[in-house]
């Protein structure tokens, strides 16, 4: 039988804010444990919450970016269930009144076709904390610095289709969080945390079939490679005469496979109600207003403005805009060549497609080699705009240039020029030079000589590239070929 | 209205209140006595009434997105029932 | 001293003729001797107060309150000193922070005595629920002093302290204060920050204050009220001088007696004082009508779902994971878990706990905890329009006087219809008060005053041009005079 998969995401955003949702603790990563968890994280008796401004800011950004309803009054509730990394006994999220609802995101397929994806809601919640279930041999410890730090729970729509789509809104909905400054987008440190619902259901048929919900997605490679052995595995069980058991699993990177949890499944009855330690929180239209103000420029909007500001192709500009963080890069580079070339003749604008090739070329590349995030690059923008100036102004070729770049990659020198200058890299434009060279080519290669004296003029190529050789690559290519034609006159 | 001895069970489990069999027809008998007084609710009309959250008709107010918690673990930790290296201690949980 | 009022012991430590440790040794050496027949008292903190009252005396604390001693409820957060609500689950937690109560009044100069008994975590209506034992009423040893705040009632009723601190979510302040002969108010809901006051019923919760007179009540309530940042339910409004503007006079304030607070089940000696009490108010000048209040009926049941149900979520915290009681070496977490609370809570919190998660669960939902939040509008509603008739409504606090103890502890729905006339004000938000006005059989009996929304100062403006006339807050229960 032909299966459809029916896929929903929900996805956890972390906010980026300084403190958390509901106390003014620190939500930085990585802090000693326990030492960022105040009274109101650890629920000590009696402690109250408060409502951080800044999460609401953000959740309505987030809102408008999935041109999405913002309630203009939202309520959060408390949803109970005991577990010892969530201190009140009770998680305050928003049930009945979620701040956002009704979005949509519109992704690129594999074959370019754009498809939109439904989102139900995005509501508010506080995290909790961490449950270090490896660190002690008899007991499991727990860390509260994660307790309370704000999270926007974004829950699409069944709509996807294939392990790829679910992937393509996860990293579309990664991009516009990190574009909206809301989120950091680390996935290691959990910042972007995806829970996968996964069904299958007759390829034809309409109703739905039973889903398990998969955790522990921690990125987008084991994102798609749980989604698609779960939909085998469930299909696997339907065509053996099986059922699929609605319940939770967790993946298993190691071995490429999901599990059912350990932990007895219970009905949950987490008896929502309206937190009465908190008030309806109000929308209204100014701060609505304020948050589209505050909206930076988003993805589409920047794909079309790279597309006319630099007269890149669409796909170039595509993928220049795929993350926030390289198409500031992209436009960092830009600027800065703009800089240093002002010294020069150069109009900085006509650089856009050299800096767009080299940022999805040898950095890009070099990225990916080395399997790291733009964040981590170890070229920054103004060294690679150091090293764009000087094959601009002819310094160093081309070919020379990547040499420069990897030994920048490998952090030999703090900028191009020093590498230049330390391997001794420069150009050779010095006419006298270069004649020498020239004059020594001649002589090594009779045959060639006389081949271009009758006529072989495109013996000419071969002479220019002895010369470059002879120069290590350092001759002025132009140069050559210009001196090389004006002896062979003679 | 009552609560059947199950119901009873039900809701200990919910609550995490460890009572043994012996307690809890006990229990049964007391919550039923008590759950029948709320058969007063059903005569009220209240199909044009509001749910009513909070007794003054108020918004949040929100907060300042800022630090104002320091470290305090250890006055913190001075009552918990077993800490070792900064973390709280629970048995052995196997997901 | 004991015999002065609190406004005296003000006048008189300010003008030198009485030092705050005098005031704090007389009042501790009282505990010390008395609350042996009381037990109105969890924690005594002397060397603490001791020290506090030396920094007035050096000056190095003021305020308007300076040296004047006070109980705290132990349902509040006090740094440094065990918090104990009255449980076994918090016998050995000291509080590593202040309720923000606790720190103004510990900045309005009051010296904090020590920690008052009180049913646990606040949940009844007789101080018999407390893990430290019962408090018993001075004025007659057999009988309950009421709930939750029994031994703040009985610890000021008794002379051990000029005012105490309480909380009131369904007459937890009034009731205890009518059976021990004593003020208490409940100002609105808002009026006073419930940061650091251990939670029962957060939309319900308010704290208040216990003493001997409603100018008594007056100075102490304006050190506490105010709004609070770290509260999301204060409300920001300034608080007026409610001592200085007490002048006495209720001519022409319109008061309403609710026909449903004096139907059937209002005992006949406690409506007879009341009567009398009604008609010294009209003697004083006000006039006096009769009102309706017509949902009265309902608030018992919506209190008694919606109470429990915000109880069984407020008390999930208590776990055993991060303070608080842990039962002997776990098996497993839920073993950690279902034996700490079982041991951790008595039987009154635990039915409480119950009670709350089954109105909240799957299927009951809607019948129970969504119906009473629509009946509490209806019972809020019934106050609104009562106000546009009248100024203050007046009526008993209780159907009858204090209980024997061990009379209703195994009945609760009769202990809890202990509460049917406090609990509407709880409901609404409304402030109410409960002053001396009488006794029945040796008992003393209160009346209750309630007011519209933030109108504490008519409260106790009323309370005082009361009191002005009548000498029932004077009276002394036998054997605590001396």
């Given at each position: 039988?032909?299966?459809?998969?029916?896929?929903?995401?929900?996805?956890?955003?972390?906010?980026?804010?300084?403190?958390?949702?509901?106390?003014?603790?620190?939500?930085?990563?990585?802090?000693?444990?326990?030492?960022?968890?105040?009274?109101?994280?650890?629920?000590?008796?009696?402690?109250?919450?408060?409502?951080?401004?800044?999460?609401?800011?953000?959740?309505?950004?987030?809102?408008?970016?999935?041109?999405?309803?913002?309630?203009?009054?939202?309520?959060?509730?408390?949803?109970?269930?005991?577990?010892?990394?969530?201190?009140?006994?009770?998680?305050?999220?928003?049930?009945?009144?979620?701040?956002?609802?009704?979005?949509?995101?519109?992704?690129?397929?594999?074959?370019?076709?754009?498809?939109?994806?439904?989102?139900?809601?995005?509501?508010?919640?506080?995290?909790?904390?961490?449950?270090?279930?490896?660190?002690?041999?008899?007991?499991?410890?727990?860390?509260?610095?994660?307790?309370?730090?704000?999270?926007?729970?974004?829950?699409?729509?069944?709509?996807?289709?294939?392990?790829?789509?679910?992937?393509?809104?996860?990293?579309?909905?990664?991009?516009?969080?990190?574009?909206?400054?809301?989120?950091?987008?680390?996935?290691?440190?959990?910042?972007?945390?995806?829970?996968?619902?996964?069904?299958?259901?007759?390829?034809?048929?309409?109703?739905?079939?039973?889903?398990?919900?998969?955790?522990?997605?921690?990125?987008?490679?084991?994102?798609?490679?749980?989604?698609?052995?779960?939909?085998?595995?469930?299909?696997?069980?339907?065509?053996?005469?099986?059922?699929?058991?609605?319940?939770?699993?967790?993946?298993?990177?190691?071995?490429?496979?999901?599990?059912?949890?350990?932990?007895?499944?219970?009905?949950?009855?987490?008896?929502?109600?309206?937190?009465?330690?908190?008030?309806?929180?109000?929308?209204?239209?100014?701060?609505?207003?304020?948050?589209?103000?505050?909206?930076?420029?988003?993805?589409?909007?920047?794909?079309?403005?790279?597309?006319?500001?630099?007269?890149?192709?669409?796909?170039?500009a595509q993928a220049l805009t795929a993350s926030r963080a390289l198409a500031d890069y992209f436009e960092e580079v830009v600027e800065a060549l703009a800089q240093q070339a002002k010294a020069g003749d150069s109009a900085a604008q006509t650089h856009g497609q050299n800096v767009a090739n080299w940022v999805m070329g040898a950095l890009a590349g070099a990225l990916n080699r080395d399997a790291l995030e733009i964040a981590d690059t170890r070229v920054s923008a103004e060294q690679l705009a150091g090293l764009l100036a000087r094959i601009a102004d002819g310094t160093i070729s081309g070919k020379i240039a990547k040499e420069v770049f990897e030994a920048l990659w490998a952090g030999e020198a703090a900028s191009a020029d020093a590498v230049i200058a330390a391997r001794g890299l420069q150009q050779i434009t010095d006419s006298g030079a270069i004649e020498a060279l020239v004059e020594q080519v001649i002589a090594d290669n009779p045959a060639q000589v006389q081949?271009?004296?009758?006529?072989?003029?495109?013996?000419?190529?071969?002479?220019?590239?002895?010369?470059?050789?002879?120069?290590?690559?350092?001759?002025?290519?132009?140069?050559?070929?210009?001196?090389?034609?004006?002896?062979?006159?003679? | 209205?009552?609560?059947?001895?199950?119901?009873?069970?039900?809701?200990?489990?919910?609550?995490?209140?460890?009572?043994?069999?012996?307690?809890?027809?006990?229990?049964?008998?007391?919550?039923?006595?008590?759950?029948?007084?709320?058969?007063?609710?059903?005569?009220?009309?209240?199909?044009?009434?509001?749910?009513?959250?909070?007794?003054?008709?108020?918004?949040?107010?929100?907060?300042?997105?800022?630090?104002?918690?320091?470290?305090?673990?250890?006055?913190?930790?001075?009552?918990?029932?077993?800490?070792?290296?900064?973390?709280?201690?629970?048995?052995?949980?196997?997901? | 001293?004991?015999?002065?009022?609190?406004?005296?012991?003000?006048?008189?430590?300010?003008?030198?003729?009485?030092?705050?440790?005098?005031?704090?040794?007389?009042?501790?050496?009282?505990?010390?001797?008395?609350?042996?027949?009381?037990?109105?008292?969890?924690?005594?903190?002397?060397?603490?107060?001791?020290?506090?009252?030396?920094?007035?005396?050096?000056?190095?604390?003021?305020?308007?309150?300076?040296?004047?001693?006070?109980?705290?409820?132990?349902?509040?957060?006090?740094?440094?000193?065990?918090?104990?609500?009255?449980?076994?689950?918090?016998?050995?937690?000291?509080?590593?922070?202040?309720?923000?109560?606790?720190?103004?009044?510990?900045?309005?100069?009051?010296?904090?005595?020590?920690?008052?008994?009180?049913?646990?975590?606040?949940?009844?209506?007789?101080?018999?629920?407390?893990?430290?034992?019962?408090?018993?009423?001075?004025?007659?040893?057999?009988?309950?002093?009421?709930?939750?705040?029994?031994?703040?009632?009985?610890?000021?009723?008794?002379?051990?302290?000029?005012?105490?601190?309480?909380?009131?979510?369904?007459?937890?302040?009034?009731?205890?204060a009518a059976m021990c002969g004593v003020t208490g108010i409940k100002p609105t809901y808002g009026r006073v920050s419930r940061y650091g006051l251990i939670a029962f019923a957060s939309s319900l919760d308010q704290a208040g204050c216990i003493a001997r007179s409603a100018e008594d009540c007056a100075h102490v309530l304006a050190a506490m009220a105010g709004f609070d940042v770290r509260d999301s339910t204060s409300v920001n409004r300034s608080v007026p001088d409610y001592a200085a503007q007490l002048n006495g006079s209720i001519a022409g304030l319109r008061i309403g007696l609710p026909q449903e607070y004096f139907a059937a089940g209002l005992d006949a000696g406690m409506r007879a004082a009341i009567n009398a009490a009604v008609r010294q108010l009209e003697a004083l000048g006000a006039t006096v009508v009769d009102i309706e209040l017509p949902h009265t009926d309902l608030a018992m049941a919506t209190y008694y779902v919606l109470a429990p149900a915000e109880?069984?979520?407020?008390?999930?915290?208590?776990?055993?994971?991060?303070?608080?009681?842990?039962?002997?070496?776990?098996?497993?977490?839920?073993?950690?878990?279902?034996?700490?609370?079982?041991?951790?809570?008595?039987?009154?919190?635990?039915?409480?706990?119950?009670?709350?998660?089954?109105?909240?669960?799957?299927?009951?939902?809607?019948?129970?905890?969504?119906?009473?939040?629509?009946?509490?509008?209806?019972?809020?509603?019934?106050?609104?329009?009562?106000?546009?008739?009248?100024?203050?409504?007046?009526?008993?606090?209780?159907?009858?006087?204090?209980?024997?103890?061990?009379?209703?502890?195994?009945?609760?729905?009769?202990?809890?219809?202990?509460?049917?006339?406090?609990?509407?004000?709880?409901?609404?938000?409304?402030?109410?008060?409960?002053?001396?006005?009488?006794?029945?059989?040796?008992?003393?009996?209160?009346?209750?005053?309630?007011?519209?929304?933030?109108?504490?100062?008519?409260?106790?403006?009323?309370?005082?041009?009361?009191?002005?006339?009548?000498?029932?807050?004077?009276?002394?229960?036998?054997?605590?005079?001396?």
């Open positions: 039988m032909s299966w459809e998969p029916v896929i929903g995401l929900e996805v956890h955003i972390q906010l980026a804010t300084q403190s958390k949702i509901f106390s003014g603790a620190s939500t930085a990563y990585g802090a000693a444990p326990n030492s960022q968890a105040c009274a109101e994280d650890l629920a000590l008796p009696g402690v109250l919450p408060v409502v951080n401004a800044n999460v609401i800011r953000m959740a309505v950004m987030f809102g408008l970016a999935v041109d999405a309803a913002i309630a203009p009054t939202s309520v959060f509730a408390r949803k109970h269930y005991f577990y010892p990394d969530l201190p009140k006994g009770y998680q305050i999220s928003q049930n009945k009144l979620p701040i956002v609802s009704s979005g949509q995101l519109d992704i690129t397929l594999d074959d370019g076709r754009s498809k939109r994806v439904r989102i139900t809601r995005a509501h508010l919640e506080e995290d909790a904390g961490k449950s270090l279930h490896e660190r002690f041999e008899h007991a499991t410890g727990i860390d509260l610095n994660r307790a309370g730090t704000p999270l926007i729970e974004c829950v699409s729509e069944p709509d996807l289709r294939s392990p790829g789509e679910a992937v393509a809104y996860a990293r579309k909905l990664h991009a516009l969080v990190q574009y909206l400054g809301i989120c950091d987008g680390n996935m290691q440190e959990g910042s972007f945390r995806v829970d996968a619902n996964v069904s299958i259901r007759p390829r034809g048929t309409t109703a739905l079939g039973t889903r398990t919900e998969i955790k522990n997605l921690n990125s987008f490679r084991f994102m798609e490679q749980a989604i698609a052995f779960e939909l085998e595995r469930q299909a696997d069980v339907l065509e053996s005469g099986g059922q699929v058991v609605q319940e939770t699993r967790l993946y298993d990177p190691d071995r490429g496979q999901t599990r059912g949890m350990r932990t007895k499944e219970e009905a949950h009855d987490y008896r929502y109600f309206p937190d009465p330690d908190l008030l309806p929180v109000v929308v209204d239209a100014a701060l609505i207003e304020a948050a589209r103000a505050a909206l930076p420029e988003l993805p589409q909007a920047k794909r079309e403005r790279f597309m006319s500001d630099y007269g890149l192709a669409d796909d170039t081949q271009y004296r009758d006529g072989k003029t495109k013996v000419l190529g071969y002479l220019v590239g002895q010369v470059m050789k002879a120069s290590q690559g350092k001759a002025n290519p132009a140069e050559a070929n210009k001196m090389l034609a004006a002896k062979l006159a003679e | 209205m009552s609560l059947t001895a199950d119901q009873v069970r039900k809701v200990a489990r919910l609550a995490r209140l460890g009572i043994d069999d012996a307690q809890v027809q006990g229990y049964a008998d007391e919550l039923s006595r008590i759950v029948e007084v709320f058969a007063q609710l059903e005569a009220a009309d209240t199909d044009a009434v509001a749910p009513m959250s909070h007794p003054l008709d108020l918004v949040a107010r929100l907060r300042a997105d800022e630090v104002t918690e320091s470290d305090r673990r250890e006055a913190f930790q001075a009552a918990a029932p077993a800490i070792a290296d900064g973390v709280y201690l629970v048995p052995k949980v196997i997901e | 001293m004991h015999t002065r009022s609190l406004a005296a012991l003000i006048v008189a430590r300010a003008e030198g003729r009485i030092s705050a440790r005098q005031l704090s040794r007389h009042f501790l050496d009282r505990i010390a001797h008395l609350d042996s027949r009381l037990n109105s008292m969890i924690t005594v903190c002397a060397e603490r107060a001791m020290q506090q009252a030396a920094e007035v005396d050096d000056g190095a604390v003021s305020g308007p309150l300076a040296g004047v001693p006070i109980i705290h409820k132990d349902v509040f957060c006090t740094r440094g000193v065990r918090t104990s609500c009255a449980s076994r689950m918090l016998d050995n937690f000291i509080a590593p922070y202040d309720a923000t109560i606790v720190a103004q009044l510990d900045s309005a100069g009051l010296v904090t005595l020590g920690k008052s008994n009180m049913d646990e975590f606040a949940m009844g209506s007789s101080s018999e629920t407390s893990f430290y034992g019962p408090v018993k009423n001075p004025w007659n040893g057999a009988c309950v002093p009421g709930g939750s705040s029994g031994g703040s009632a009985a610890a000021v009723a008794a002379g051990l302290a000029p005012a105490a601190t309480g909380t009131d979510t369904g007459g937890s302040i009034r009731q205890p109880a069984s979520s407020n008390l999930a915290r208590y776990d055993g994971v991060r303070y608080g009681h842990r039962c002997n070496a776990p098996r497993d977490l839920e073993d950690l878990y279902s034996r700490s609370r079982a041991e951790g809570f008595g039987r009154e919190v635990q039915r409480r706990i119950m009670v709350g998660t089954h109105v909240l669960s799957a299927g009951y939902y809607d019948a129970y905890y969504l119906k009473a939040q629509r009946t509490r509008r209806l019972i809020t509603q019934d106050f609104a329009q009562a106000f546009e008739q009248v100024d203050l409504i007046a009526g008993p606090v209780t159907q009858t006087p204090a209980f024997q103890l061990g009379e209703k502890l195994h009945d609760p729905v009769a202990m809890y219809r202990n509460d049917m006339y406090t609990i509407p004000a709880s409901l609404a938000g409304i402030p109410g008060m409960s002053i001396p006005a009488g006794f029945v059989a040796g008992l003393p009996v209160g009346l209750q005053l309630l007011a519209p929304w933030f109108e504490e100062g008519r409260l106790l403006n009323a309370g005082h041009a009361f009191q002005q006339a009548t000498d029932w807050h004077t009276q002394w229960p036998e054997g605590f005079e001396q």
